[in-house]
């Protein structure tokens, strides 16, 4: 069954949504404005002829791949992910691309109208409340600084302040990280 690009074009039309259809990559390429950040790309794919669905926000922190403070960045978005539905962080490790992702398979089904504006609000407002918060972080804290236990202070509590909860999820990640590495190292 799957759907063709022209039947999601044809839920944007309806809801009168300007976008660019790019069949030679199996895209359509729309722009979305939030209430916290101006114009963002989102791109809608289909791969497997039209069997798996992609709806994403390609580049959507840049300057991560250098900064100093990558890894809590990164830990930071994994765990917005963990607190969400349908939507993932992806990191690209060669170029340092970060983008938000809604994918599943259709395979024998298809994708309502409904489902496909669940995807893009869900993507959407997650994305719009989430940059702005990470970039203050980012910000807030020097590339290059020398005194880098006071700047990790100041990041964790901006954590603490923009993300309520998530520190007490970064560091119970971390405890069952390092409970795994002992159960692993002990089997060796």
């Not at 199996?26 to 101006?38: A, K, S």
């Not at 259709?106 to 970039?135: M, S």
């Amino acid at each position: 069954m799957a759907i063709a690009l022209e039947q999601i074009a044809q839920y944007l039309d309806h809801h009168q949504l300007n976008y660019k259809l790019d069949t030679a990559y199996n895209q359509i390429i729309t722009g979305v404005t939030g209430d916290n950040l101006d114009r963002f790309v989102v791109v809608i794919q289909l791969d497997e002829e039209g069997e798996f669905f992609k709806l994403f926000a390609p580049d959507i922190l840049p300057g991560v791949q250098h900064h100093a403070y990558k890894e809590v960045i990164l830990q930071t978005l994994l765990g917005i992910s963990w607190e969400t539905k349908m939507l993932q962080w992806e990191y690209d490790a060669s170029d340092g691309e970060i983008r938000a992702i809604i994918e599943f398979p259709l395979e024998d089904g298809t994708l309502t109208e409904r489902q496909f504006y669940r995807c893009l609000t869900a993507l959407v407002e997650i994305v719009d409340t989430t940059i702005p918060k990470v970039k203050e972080i980012m910000m807030a804290v020097p590339e290059n600084s020398s005194d880098d236990l006071a700047v990790g202070e100041r990041l964790l509590l901006t954590i603490q302040n923009e993300a309520p909860g998530l520190l007490d999820l970064i560091a119970q990640a971390l405890e069952a990280r390092k409970r795994r590495g002992q159960v692993l190292a002990s089997e060796d």
